[in-house]
């Protein structure tokens, strides 16, 4: 993946800059946000779904996502920096990238006599004009990247749970919208609980399924971070056993630290 004059390997979790040869090992904060950019290049990423931590082990703070940003522009360098965008009050954007021409690099050093810089100054208004058109009248149609659905659960003490289901594409979704009618199946289940949302969403390759529950205990705001992997053809990665292991209706965050488990060869 090209970022600017970088190569960002996903595999290896490295951002390569080609002109100075400096390799940089990304750290957990930064490749996961880095990952998730990218997974959905051209749109706005989410700050709880940067924050949810993805396939990671444990979920991040705001503040560990600024700092990754910051650093992520740093490394890209002035000149890409602008690369990752943010938007206000919604999440970071990652601009596609494209390769400057030949001819753009030496515009600089070209000579404009008087009558050819005043055609570029009327151009340049024009310009800005228009782009000031445009946004006035489609700008508004930049969007952040949306969840795939948010179905409410309403439990019999009249508590709501969100489930939300987020994929970076729109087809082929239907193994994330079964495990999401799963978990909002369960929920219905409970008497109360102190969790009001839950977040989901599947790898790259659907083998793992990453769920994100948020809350309120006592005025503080909780999170638990789950990953259930599951290798069997039909995948059933919320199951009986699972949902007693995790017990999602326990009115006690007894067990906050996130949780991994394995299912099938």
Same mark, same amino acid.
């Given at each position: 993946? $090209?970022?600017?004059?970088?190569?960002?390997?996903?595999?290896?979790?490295?951002?390569?800059?080609?002109?100075?040869? /400096?390799?940089?090992?990304?750290?957990?904060?930064?490749?996961?946000?880095?990952?998730?950019?990218?997974?959905?290049?051209?749109?706005? /990423?989410?700050? +709880?779904?940067?924050?949810?931590?993805?396939?990671?082990?444990?979920?991040?703070?705001?503040?560990? /996502?600024?700092?990754?940003?910051?650093?992520?522009?740093?490394?890209?360098?002035?000149?890409?920096?602008?690369?990752?965008?943010?938007?206000?009050?919604?999440?970071?954007?990652?601009?596609?990238?494209?390769?400057?021409?030949?001819?753009?690099?030496? #515009?600089?050093?070209?000579?404009?006599?008087?009558? $050819?810089?005043?055609?570029?100054?009327?151009?340049? &208004?024009?310009?800005?004009?228009? !782009?000031?058109?445009?946004?006035?009248?489609?700008?508004?149609?930049? !969007?952040?990247?949306? +969840?795939?659905?948010?179905?409410?659960?309403?439990?019999?003490?009249?508590? $709501?749970?969100?489930?939300?289901?987020?994929? +970076?594409?729109?087809?082929?979704?239907?193994?994330?919208?079964?495990?999401?009618?799963?978990?909002?199946?369960?929920?219905?289940?409970?008497?109360?609980?102190?969790?009001?949302?839950?977040?989901?969403? #599947?790898?790259?390759?659907?083998?793992?399924?990453?769920?994100?529950?948020?809350?309120?205990?006592?005025?503080?705001?909780?999170?638990?971070?789950?990953?259930?992997?599951?290798?069997? $053809?039909?995948?059933?990665? &919320?199951?009986?056993?699972?949902?007693?292991?995790?017990?999602?209706?326990?009115?006690?965050?007894?067990?906050?630290? !996130? !949780?991994?488990?394995?299912?099938?060869?």
């Amino acid at each position: 993946m $090209q970022l600017g004059h970088c190569r960002f390997s996903i595999d290896k979790g490295e951002l390569i800059n080609q002109e100075t040869g /400096v390799v940089w090992h990304l750290p957990r904060a930064e490749l996961h946000v880095l990952t998730l950019l990218v997974e959905y290049q051209g749109k706005v /990423v989410a700050k +709880p779904l940067l924050e949810s931590g993805h396939e990671d082990e444990s979920h991040l703070s705001s503040a560990s /996502v600024a700092r990754a940003i910051f650093t992520l522009r740093s490394f890209l360098g002035p000149q890409y920096e602008t690369l990752i965008e943010t938007v206000k009050g919604q999440g970071y954007l990652l601009r596609h990238h494209r390769a400057r021409k030949e001819t753009d690099n030496k #515009l600089g050093r070209v000579f404009i006599r008087p009558l $050819q810089a005043l055609l570029v100054v009327i151009a340049l &208004i024009s310009v800005s004009l228009v !782009s000031l058109w445009w946004f006035n009248q489609v700008g508004h149609a930049v !969007s952040p990247t949306m +969840p795939l659905s948010i179905e409410t659960a309403t439990l019999d003490s009249g508590q $709501q749970v969100d489930v939300i289901l987020y994929s +970076p594409s729109n087809t082929n979704n239907e193994l994330l919208i079964d495990q999401g009618q799963h978990l909002t199946q369960s929920l219905l289940g409970c008497t109360e609980t102190v969790w009001n949302r839950a977040f989901l969403s #599947l790898s790259h390759d659907k083998q793992v399924l990453n769920i994100t529950l948020r809350g309120d205990y006592f005025g503080q705001s909780i999170i638990r971070n789950l990953k259930i992997s599951d290798l069997r $053809q039909p995948k059933r990665f &919320i199951n009986p056993e699972w949902l007693e292991q995790v017990n999602i209706c326990d009115s006690l965050p007894v067990r906050l630290a !996130s !949780s991994h488990r394995t299912q099938g060869r």
